[in-house]
């Protein structure tokens, strides 16, 4: 399977934005529907957005994180970005990417995660 490598995270204040990077190894992710997810304290692990393996279909999981994040990917790089902008307390969590689930099964290994703080 493939590797993921997730950055950018960090502590931030609210009304920032901040770009999350998802480097991938080992597989090339325009072969597969890509995906970002969160878990926050207490809660279990939710999609947050995805984007299909040619870049035309989009979803975002609520109105909210529609308006205030932006998936992307770099197929050259093999690279998934996420941006959210416009952040308040809510967007506190561990940020990792992965296919989407499809037959029973994630296509990559997870990877360690990137975090994601804000402070008021």
């Known amino acids: 399977q493939g590797q993921l490598d997730e950055s950018g995270g960090g502590l931030v204040q609210a009304g920032s934005s901040l770009r999350l990077s998802c480097a991938a190894s080992?597989?090339?992710?325009?072969?597969?529907?890509m995906a970002w997810y969160r878990q926050a304290p207490g809660k279990e692990r939710e999609i947050v957005a995805s984007?299909?393996?040619?870049?035309?279909?989009?979803?975002y999981a609520t109105y909210s994180v529609k308006h205030k994040f932006t998936i992307t990917m770099d197929n050259a790089k093999n690279t998934l970005y996420l941006k959210i902008n416009s952040m308040d307390h809510e967007d506190t969590a561990m940020y990792c990417c992965?296919?989407?689930?499809?037959?029973?099964?994630?296509?990559?290994?997870w990877g360690p995660g990137t975090q994601v703080t804000v402070s008021s």
């Open positions: 992965n296919t989407s689930y499809h037959n029973g099964q994630y296509y990559f290994n």
């Open positions: 080992g597989r090339n992710i325009s072969d597969y529907n």
């Open positions: 984007i299909s393996w040619s870049g035309g279909n989009i979803n």
